[in-house]
């Protein structure tokens, strides 16, 4: 008998512990009443993601994503019914998926690329960039093409899919380069600046933006093959309806109205802070197409176009 006690009551344990575990799970995943209760709520910036999201510096950050996730979050504390303290986390390529996942991060703003892999551990908003991974190289270095690789050290930034298209690329057969990982994009570009890498693989709004904000501009050119074409997109936890419809509405609006393409004109093809320097990347046929269908497709459905 006390053998059957003793088992029913770690039965009954265990399934209180399978309660607790599934409440704290959908509690970790309810977005709008963890920031309804704590009055704040963080966002994944980066420091130097092209005009899409970068540093001013002193904790202060700027760009396209970050203002899209300011409406974003100005239509949370309208659901919530009270102001939010908006604090911002800087994060890298390599943290900014468990750092959404785990909830440090309530909404991440920068320049991650929406791919079946990623939708298995967070959730997309509808693309709001869509995104052409090219090679940025120094002006004089005589590189074209993918071909002209072969040889080279190849930079590109830890935690993203760059140089995995490029060696999938079909033109990248027989190509033989050394890869070279910078901690971040500036570093990435820092990497090419000084002569450690004779490429950076990346997207090109990223690439513009770093050679926009380079000593000297002119040393530096966008070239060769479209390697792949990505959809961009601002990342919340996986299964939070709530957070997403928010999210999602409040894009629809902003394209709707007009606010969208008035924030790329802002963003990509004027001066922005804090050098004054202009990216120039007008909007895409690719980029009016996705606005055109709010959708949060992952990268492979494009590829089957």
Not at 8 to 19: E, N, R
Not at 216 to 236: H, N, R
Request: charged fraction near 25%.
């Amino acid at each position: 008998m006390k053998f059957i006690k003793l088992k029913l009551a770690a039965t009954l344990l265990a399934a209180v512990g399978t309660i607790l575990a599934t409440s704290a799970q959908a509690q970790s995943n309810d977005t709008l009443a963890k920031v309804k209760a704590s009055g704040s709520i963080t966002m994944g910036v980066r420091d130097s993601s092209g005009a899409l999201s970068y540093t001013l510096g002193d904790g202060k950050y700027a760009g396209y994503h970050v203002e899209v996730c300011q409406n974003i979050i100005a239509a949370i504390e309208k659901e919530v019914g009270k102001k939010l303290e908006t604090k911002y986390v800087a994060v890298t390529s390599a943290n900014r998926i468990p750092l959404t996942e785990n909830g440090t991060v309530d909404i991440e703003c920068g320049s991650t690329t929406n791919n079946a892999t990623r939708q298995k551990q967070v959730s997309f908003l509808n693309t709001t960039f869509v995104e052409e991974v090219r090679i940025a190289v120094k002006a004089n270095s005589g590189i074209t093409s993918i071909a002209q690789l072969n040889g080279k050290n190849v930079a590109t930034t830890t935690g993203t899919t760059s140089v995995q298209t490029l060696r999938k690329n079909e033109r990248a057969t027989g190509v033989d380069f050394k890869e070279v990982l910078g901690k971040d994009h500036s570093d990435s570009f820092l990497l090419l600046e000084t002569g450690r890498a004779d490429a950076f693989v990346m997207d090109g709004a990223i690439l513009a933006g770093n050679i926009a904000n380079a000593k000297t501009p002119a040393d530096f050119k966008i070239v060769g093959e479209v390697l792949s074409v990505e959809p961009i997109a601002i990342m919340v936890r996986k299964d939070d309806a709530a957070i997403k419809k928010i999210g999602n509405d409040t894009i629809a609006a902003m394209v709707k109205s007009g606010a969208m393409a008035k924030l790329w004109d802002k963003w990509f093809m004027q001066a922005i802070p804090p050098k004054n320097a202009k990216i120039g990347l007008a909007l895409s046929e690719s980029t009016k197409a996705a606005w055109a269908n709010l959708n949060d497709k992952p990268m492979e459905d494009y590829a089957k176009k």
